[in-house]
């Protein structure tokens, strides 16, 4: 069983920033070993879509929508996951979630309750 604690989001306007954090748990993150971790996000009406994931050696992917505006990191040891997310448009609002996985996540059953982002003037 696996767990995902989001946290971090709210209201911004435009062109502003937040850092979203993700706490995860369960058997697969005792120990030092490591697992791609990935953020995602489902705005009001649309599907669950991938925005960026690091890889168990840190190397990093991001959707083309949130290309050199998202900076996704990481801290091994607390097992969490941060998003890092500037220039923010109306369009990146939606409910954020992590999950283990890269661009397919992994534990489609589990997932967290999220965390809301709003860009609004």
């Known amino acids: 069983q696996v767990q995902f604690v989001e946290s971090g989001g709210g209201l911004v306007q435009p062109g502003g920033s937040l850092r979203l954090s993700c706490k995860a748990s369960g058997t697969i993150f005792n120990g030092s070993t490591r697992v791609s971790m990935g953020w995602y996000r489902q705005a009001q009406s649309n599907q669950r879509e991938w ?35 500037n220039a923010l448009k109306p369009e990146d609002t939606a409910v954020y979630y992590c999950n283990a996985g890269q661009v397919i996540p992994i534990f489609q059953g589990d997932w967290g309750q999220g965390t809301q982002v709003t860009v609004s003037s």
């Open 51 to 85: 925005v960026a994931f690091i890889g168990t050696s840190d190397v990093t992917e991001y959707a083309e929508a949130v290309k050199g505006r998202f900076t996704i990191s990481r801290d091994h040891a607390k097992h969490e996951v941060y998003l890092q997310m």
